[in-house]
């Protein structure tokens, strides 16, 4: 069974944070990248980043096993 890696990184994502509508998750390439709400970028990377690398765990884990899928977060720069 094959799972679309975007689908289940936004419906993570979206289970982990505080404003659910505001979580986005596109794909280039290999990689999935997640956008959250200001703010939030803590609650979804998580103490030491368990959150993200678990979140990464379970979408590689679910992806096809011919391809390599990334997750990473797009956090706005801070000046």
């Known amino acids: ?3 679309d ?3 289940l990184t936004l419906f993570l994502a979206q289970s ?5 509508s505001l979580v986005r998750a596109s794909r280039r390439g ?3 990248i997640v956008r ?3 703010g939030e970028e803590g609650r979804l990377i998580g103490r030491q980043g368990r959150v993200i690398q678990a979140i ?3 979408v590689r884990a679910a992806s096809d ?3 390599r899928v990334n997750v990473d977060l797009d956090a ?3 000046p």
């Open 1 to 3: 069974m094959k799972t």
């Open 5 to 7: 890696p975007v689908d």
């Open 16 to 20: 982990v944070v505080d404003q659910p």
């Open 30 to 32: 290999p990689t999935v």
């Open 36 to 38: 959250v709400g200001p």
């Open 56 to 58: 990464r765990t379970l």
């Open 65 to 67: 096993p011919q391809e």
């Open 76 to 78: 706005p720069r801070k």
